[in-house]
């Protein structure tokens, strides 16, 4: 719908409304912040023209009751309504006079013109902003925000400056990861592309970095390979079931794919789930001190998940996943990342169509990393390849493939790589 019509169906609305209730209704013709008369005007009283508009809500209002509260919605998607200026359809909550400093204990906390979910959103902040208060209830704070009077969610605010480590009140959407507890956490089957998986019994572990560092972001380390039994299932290559277009371990073509591989063997006889988990050990470490969370998908010989439900997991609990691999030739060639192959239907197909991109992004910064601490690199540390992982992958992800059955495995080596898989996970946040 162009705009111009929008605006028009939005005022048309607007008659209705007056025609059929009655109602006085205060009516905003910008999104400034000084509203202070509301009437309630209920949905069904509103006439049914604009399904879209009553969709876009009924997704707010869901996402209000989830633990997200009125943290990590897009403002562009918020501000763009001009109905939601024209009508306000929340009753004020009636305000204890305040004349305080508060905190922000949140990030990309919402400023609201208007204290309702259907407030436009005129602003965010970031946590340990200092805002003046001056109107308090349970649900919304009155505060001024650039000079004028704006509404933010009352429960993220504090009257002392929050500590680092209480980030994990965190509440930002797109730090999904941040909101999840320490701890085991399994395949939730509600989980968008849980249904896929056919291998999820066992559990990933999430660590949360406990120094002043902290960067409340979570990292999911995925130790490559090691789920016994996973060689005899398959699982669909991609949610639409179509066939993969590249050749790997599984032939191009295929619909389906081994859930989990054993991995390949060193040329020293090591295999390589056992290096995989050595390394993935260290990053964990290495990211921690540096402030990251970390979700491990695997720290033993075996976890029942296989590569959907740990894709899965990670979609849900982080905010990038690397899986940890090498490569089966044997000419110590150097580190690449699985790159998502340049063929239209793919790169065209859901989730992958949404987030190739952020998978180079983070490919590209890993290899960087790499780089820098003097790791070998393959060419130009990526070779096209449909992967199941990728497939599924809703977060930046990628496979990344340290060195082949060749390659030095010592403690040094790993440690070296370690540095450079850090490096790269800071140099993709800064980005
Ligand atoms: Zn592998």
Redesign the pocket.
Known sequence: MKRTEFLKKGIRKWKNVLAVTGVMAAVALSSGCQMNKYEKIELSEISEEDGEEEGRKAKEAESQKGASGDSGQSAHEASSSPVKAEIIRETAPEMEARDEVVFVDATDLNVRSFPGAQGAVVGTLNRGEQLKRTGYSQSWSRVDYQGRECYVSSQYLTTSQPKPQETETDVSASEGASAAQAGEIGLNPDWKYADFSKIHSGKAVLYKADGANRKGKVVCVNA??GTSGGSSVKTLCHPDGTPKVTGGSTAAGATTAIAV?S??TFSDGTP?AKV?LALAMVVKEKLLARGFDVLMIRESDDVQLDNIARTVIANNVADCHIAI???STTNDKGAFYMSVPNIASYRAMEPVASHWQQHHALGDSLIAGLRGVGAKIYSGGKIDMDLTQTSYSMVPSVDI?LGDKGSDHSAASLDKLGNGLADGVELFFKN
Request: net charge negative; hydrophobic share 10%.
């Open positions: 490559g390979h591989s991995g390949m390589e995989t691999h090498y490569d493939e």
